[in-house]
């Protein structure tokens, strides 16, 4: 099987971006970060699309943003996508991604450290308070053990997470860049 994108999955402040954007260049693939490609489209921030419609009209951005991702994945060329921390938990982007057989990775972070990444964080509509956050985990660990891989993203630099994706067997073939 040739293995030409990798989408990163997990709960806000996982480092999704971070480590996604440090995979591509280790890859020499192109980086793809979700929120980004909606605002694009949008020219509107994700805050303000919570803003001016709530978490409904931003779920439907976020399956089209989606749709165009997994269609064009179909092409030449490598990427990682950087997925929202809600993307995986709505049922429609699971299927989508499990119909086009797409290899998922969570970033698994404990609780108390993303807590503590978010906190100083004001552009995250969904960080409302810590009993929230903590809820909103829990009610999507589940849905992330669901990914194709797990990798533990808690206390480590981003390069240390690459390095983990990177030997994971689909990956360790595929020719890196130090
Ligand atoms: C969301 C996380 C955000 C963004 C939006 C909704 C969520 O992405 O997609 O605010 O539902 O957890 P990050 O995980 O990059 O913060």
Same mark, same amino acid.
């Given at each position: 099987?040739?293995?030409?994108?990798?989408?990163?999955?997990?709960?806000?402040?996982?480092?999704?971006? *971070?480590?996604? +954007? +440090?995979?591509?260049?280790?890859?020499?693939?192109?980086?793809?970060?979700?929120?980004?490609?909606?605002?694009? *489209?949008?020219?509107?921030?994700?805050?303000?699309?919570?803003?001016?419609?709530?978490?409904?009209?931003? #779920?439907?951005?976020?399956?089209?943003?989606?749709?165009?991702?997994?269609?064009?994945?179909?092409?030449?060329?490598? #990427?990682?996508?950087?997925?929202?921390?809600?993307?995986?938990?709505?049922? =429609?982007?699971?299927?989508?991604?499990?119909? =086009?057989?797409?290899?998922?990775?969570?970033?698994?972070?404990?609780?108390?450290?993303? @807590?503590? #990444?978010?906190?100083?964080?004001?552009?995250?509509?969904?960080?409302?308070?810590?009993?929230?956050?903590?809820?909103?985990?829990?009610?999507?660990?589940?849905?992330?053990?669901?990914?194709?891989? *797990?990798?533990?993203?808690?206390?480590? *630099?981003?390069?240390?997470?690459?390095?983990?994706?990177?030997? @994971?067997?689909?990956?360790?073939?595929?020719?890196?860049?130090?």
């Amino acid at each position: 099987m040739v293995v030409n994108s990798i989408f990163l999955v997990g709960f806000m402040g996982c480092g999704k971006s *971070t480590v996604g +954007q +440090q995979l591509a260049r280790r890859l020499a693939w192109r980086f793809i970060d979700l929120d980004e490609q909606i605002e694009k *489209t949008e020219g509107r921030t994700i805050a303000e699309i919570f803003a001016q419609g709530g978490e409904a009209p931003f #779920r439907r951005l976020e399956n089209e943003a989606l749709r165009k991702i997994v269609e064009e994945s179909a092409r030449p060329g490598g #990427r990682v996508i950087a997925l929202g921390g809600g993307t995986f938990v709505q049922p =429609a982007n699971q299927e989508l991604l499990q119909r =086009a057989r797409a290899i998922t990775v969570w970033l698994e972070c404990p609780v108390e450290e993303l @807590l503590l #990444r978010c906190a100083l964080m004001t552009n995250r509509p969904l960080f409302r308070d810590e009993s929230n956050f903590r809820a909103l985990y829990e009610l999507r660990a589940p849905y992330y053990r669901q990914a194709t891989f *797990t990798v533990p993203a808690g206390n480590s *630099t981003p390069d240390e997470v690459v390095d983990r994706i990177l030997s @994971l067997k689909p990956f360790q073939g595929l020719v890196c860049c130090t």
